[in-house]
């Protein structure tokens, strides 16, 4: 009912930067909270990042001063713009979207994945 397409990853040095973007497409109404995640290779699944339908944020303590999360309410789109990415960095990350309003039902949707290298 509710898919959640991301695009933007791939390789970058450190220093370098990207954006991720998700859009998220279906019967929706409204959605309440959207946010990146992601999982490096044998570690768990971590929040970076999310954003709520009226602008408020919350950071993964080591992101903060170098990526800024932003959404357009009328796409359904967030995005992730990231600075200053780090070896660290390097995972791979997935958009969510939180009580996602169809109809009567609230649902909560992942995206595929895309991934982020950072090395040189």
């Known amino acids: 009912q509710v898919q959640l397409v991301e695009s933007g990853g791939g390789l970058v040095q450190p220093g370098g930067s990207l954006r991720l973007s998700c859009a998220a497409s279906?019967?929706?109404?409204?959605?309440?909270?959207m946010g990146w995640y992601r999982q490096a290779p044998g570690k768990q699944r971590e929040l970076v990042a999310r954003?709520?339908?009226?602008?408020?944020?919350n950071y993964l303590e080591s992101v903060k001063g170098r990526f800024t999360i932003s959404r357009d309410n009328a796409k359904n789109t967030v995005y992730l713009q990231m600075h200053s990415l780090k070896p660290e960095d390097t995972a791979v990350y997935y958009c969510?979207?939180?009580?996602?309003?169809?109809?009567?039902?609230?649902?909560?949707?992942w995206g595929q994945g895309t991934l982020v290298t950072v090395s040189s």
């Open positions: 954003i709520t339908t009226g602008g408020s944020t």
């Open positions: 969510n979207a939180d009580d996602v309003r169809v109809g009567d039902t609230y649902l909560e949707a």
């Open positions: 279906g019967s929706i109404f409204s959605i309440s909270i």
